[in-house]
């Protein structure tokens, strides 16, 4: 049972990869099941192509691939706790990032924390609805989503800045011709990997907001099933490749 707990805690070990490899596999596959689904039929469920013979098992291989995945997350809530506890004793100048990222992972802390007694509540350990605790859930995931946002914006500000300010202070010629390569190669994999963040948490934010208190209480929003699958296959997709 500790096991998948040390491994998400170790973020430099392999036993982190290959839990986080997992997950963005079965997301992979829920999304995709979930997409045909929603693509299956359109007005009074009207086949848009033939799945007669795998379209009744769809629903279920999804709810099962999902209960799956919720389960190997139990406990991964400690893995933000525990950078909670690194971003508040690391030594650092910039306060506003520390405060932006402690939010950001109690945001996700609750998150997970509510997805796991979701399951619970699932299988009947907790008394609470399941679908009471998701709401809840998909509005703290909702707000991390937009914290990270927000903070990869500022990071990605604060480099753009950095750079400038460090070729202004006068690099020589032979410097800046020996270093050109090496930069353009980081700069290309920094944008590579930039696009692919956005594309996460775009992506995830689709069934984020739709599931949340947000959208049934504030602003009566639904993001239709097709979208929500679209964005969710595009996230773990793009996270896949994060993951590598």
């Given at each position: 049972?500790?096991a998948?707990?040390?491994?998400?805690?170790?973020?430099?070990?392999?036993?982190?990869?290959?839990?986080?490899?997992?997950?963005?596999?079965?997301?992979?596959?829920?999304?995709?099941?979930?997409?045909?689904?929603?693509?299956?039929?359109?007005?009074?469920?009207?086949?848009?192509?033939?799945?007669?013979?795998?379209?009744?098992?769809?629903?279920?291989?999804?709810?099962?691939?999902?209960?799956?995945?919720?389960?190997?997350?139990?406990?991964?809530?400690?893995?933000?706790?525990?950078?909670?506890?690194?971003?508040?004793?690391?030594?650092?100048?910039?306060?506003?990032?520390?405060?932006?990222?402690?939010?950001?992972?109690?945001a996700?802390?609750?998150?997970?924390?509510?997805?796991?007694?979701?399951?619970?509540?699932?299988?009947?350990?907790?008394?609470?609805?399941?679908?009471?605790?998701?709401?809840?859930?998909?509005?703290?995931?909702?707000?991390?989503?937009?914290?990270?946002?927000?903070?990869?914006?500022?990071?990605?500000?604060?480099?753009?800045?950095?750079?400038?300010?460090?070729?202004?202070?006068?690099?020589?010629?032979?410097?800046?011709?020996?270093?050109?390569?090496?930069?353009?190669?980081?700069?290309?994999?920094?944008?590579?990997?930039?696009?692919l963040?956005?594309?996460?948490?775009?992506?995830?934010?689709?069934?984020?907001?739709?599931?949340?208190?947000?959208?049934?209480?504030?602003?009566?929003?639904?993001?239709?099933?097709?979208?929500?699958?679209?964005?969710?296959?595009?996230?773990?997709?793009?996270?896949?490749?994060?993951?590598?």
């Amino acid at each position: 049972i500790l096991a998948p707990v040390v491994q998400l805690l170790d973020k430099s070990g392999t036993g982190y990869k290959f839990a986080e490899g997992r997950d963005k596999l079965l997301k992979t596959l829920i999304y995709a099941f979930k997409l045909v689904d929603s693509l299956r039929s359109i007005r009074n469920n009207t086949p848009i192509f033939t799945l007669e013979k795998i379209a009744g098992t769809i629903n279920g291989k999804s709810a099962r691939l999902q209960h799956a995945r919720r389960l190997f997350r139990l406990g991964k809530f400690l893995s933000e706790l525990n950078d909670i506890y690194n971003h508040l004793t690391r030594p650092t100048t910039d306060e506003f990032g520390r405060i932006m990222n402690v939010l950001c992972k109690t945001a996700f802390a609750a998150y997970w924390l509510l997805d796991n007694l979701q399951i619970l509540a699932e299988y009947g350990f907790v008394r609470t609805a399941a679908f009471k605790i998701e709401h809840y859930s998909m509005t703290a995931k909702f707000v991390a989503l937009l914290l990270a946002l927000m903070l990869d914006f500022r990071n990605r500000f604060e480099r753009i800045t950095n750079k400038q300010n460090e070729e202004n202070a006068g690099s020589t010629e032979a410097a800046i011709e020996l270093a050109g390569e090496e930069k353009v190669i980081k700069l290309v994999e920094e944008q590579y990997r930039s696009v692919l963040m956005y594309v996460k948490i775009v992506g995830d934010m689709m069934p984020a907001i739709s599931r949340s208190l947000f959208a049934r209480r504030l602003i009566k929003l639904q993001v239709p099933r097709a979208l929500q699958s679209l964005g969710g296959l595009a996230s773990a997709i793009s996270s896949c490749y994060l993951v590598l």
